[in-house]
């Protein structure tokens, strides 16, 4: 079964790549692709505080040079002892993978935030952690960088609790985010058991998936939640791959989750997506 789920994912990834590519806005030369202007080569990465609470912001190359592009979000949650810069310098190198991406034909370039959950005494995302990020943050990034405001050109994530927290935030704010992937995440029971009452949520997302490592000590809780979400007919993908809770972890932002972005989150230029006036769970743009 394992060899089976793992083999699926591998399959959409590969399968989605080309889209991935054409995602950035079509051919060389037209609007959104290769060969619109100047391009940086690399993107940059900026440190802000929301409401108290530290972030980092990780800007793609044409974020700097295309001055009248727009970009998708990705909100991306660290896990359990870590801070806003778990995926820039700690556990990944996001900024050089995502680089190297933007750099592959056509591919969709897209702005990724990370936001510190830790707080006194060694908590992680208290209770109102669900409210700050999926109205507070959003309203704040939307009104300060050039984002697509639309939750079909915003994606959520995380990692370890960070991808617990994703699930529940997702569970509730379909309305905001359109795309959810789950990396290594530590779902507790609660969660498992607020499935049925969530099951149209989850049903909204345009893209959904989980991966864990086989000698992860969650792996079992994650069968527990793909086994669940597959009995409830939620479509998404699941895989379990060779590796424990973070050995693999920038291999896998930067082949799987990426992309996996690349290819979900709407942009403009992208032809095949549904137009976001068609979309019935949109929150209207600001």
Known sequence: MKQVAATIALLFLVAGL????????GPPGAPGGPGRGARATAGTVERITVRGRDAVVYLPPSYAGDQNRRFPTLYLLHGSGQRENAFIEVQARLQESADRLAGAQGFSEFIVVTPNASVDGGAMYPAEWDRFVAEELVADIDSRYRTLAHRMSRGLAGH???GAAALRIGMKRPQVFADLYLMSASPDAAAT????????????????AIDVGSADPNVESNRQLHAALTKLRVAHLYEEYD????NRLGERIERNMLPFFARGLASPANLTSPSPGADRLAAPSK
């Open 160 to 162: 370890d609790t960070g």
């Open 193 to 208: 058991r607020e499935l049925d009452a969530n099951v149209s949520n989850l049903n909204a997302y345009y893209a959904f």
């Open 243 to 246: 590796g424990d809770r973070a």
């Open 18 to 25: 080309p889209e991935a590519q054409r995602r950035g806005g």
